[in-house]
């Protein structure tokens, strides 16, 4: 316990010690990456969007022919399912940089900014663990499903792989972008962006 302080104490002493020039160097440095990776999360979100799009495209196809032609399209309930749980994970990312997840704001009016900024460190450091457990976890299903030809029960037999791969790269930038903002709110910048500024 006191060799983690000691380390935590000369890292401190190192960034205080740096010279304002390359401390405003290395803010510059991330914040250009930040708008990077934010550049990725948005195209991402768009994919979703598409997505959305096309679940529509499929119900709406599917309401018609049951409706005036009295049949059905066999693939339309397994595809849309696949195509939502992409769009979730895909734009899971954005909603974070958005700052559109629901959050209990429960101690706002209580606490002071600097008490608020460490619950935010905490609770980003506690994202990030769930992060990599989650992506783990898919990554694994994913290759899984691969090097095993895995196929949906439906008569569809789609390769399950597919719509794990999306669920996989949305939660790989879910965790990029938590990874973003503890680097951001340890740096003191705003580690949320305005969406109607854009």
């Not at 990725?40 to 997505?51: A, D, E, R, V, W």
């Not at 066999?74 to 939502?84: P, T």
């Not at 030809?149 to 965790?175: D, E, N």
Request: with cysteine; net charge positive.
């Amino acid at each position: 316990m006191r060799m983690g302080r000691l380390i935590i104490l000369k890292f401190a002493i190192l960034f205080i010690n740096l010279p304002r020039k390359k401390v405003c160097y290395m803010k510059d440095k991330i914040i250009s990456l930040a708008k990077f990776l934010d550049n990725i999360t948005f195209k991402l979100n768009g994919l979703s969007s598409i997505f959305i799009g096309i679940i529509t495209v499929f119900i709406l196809a599917e309401i018609i022919a049951r409706k005036f032609f009295n049949f059905g399209f066999l693939f339309v309930l397994e595809v849309s399912s696949y195509l939502l749980a992409a769009s979730w994970f895909l734009s899971a990312s954005y909603t974070l940089r958005t700052n559109g997840h629901v959050r209990v704001n429960v101690f706002a009016n209580i606490l002071n900014e600097h008490t608020l900024r460490i619950l935010d460190i905490l609770a980003t450091i506690f994202g990030i663990i769930l992060c990599v457990i989650f992506f783990r976890a898919v990554y694994i299903l994913t290759i899984d499903s691969y090097f095993f030809h895995k196929t949906s029960f439906s008569p569809l037999r789609a390769p399950l792989y597919i719509p794990q791969a999306f669920v996989a790269i949305g939660m790989f930038f879910m965790l990029l972008q938590m990874i973003m903002r503890l680097i951001l709110l340890l740096v003191n910048e705003k580690p949320d962006i305005d969406i109607k500024k854009k």
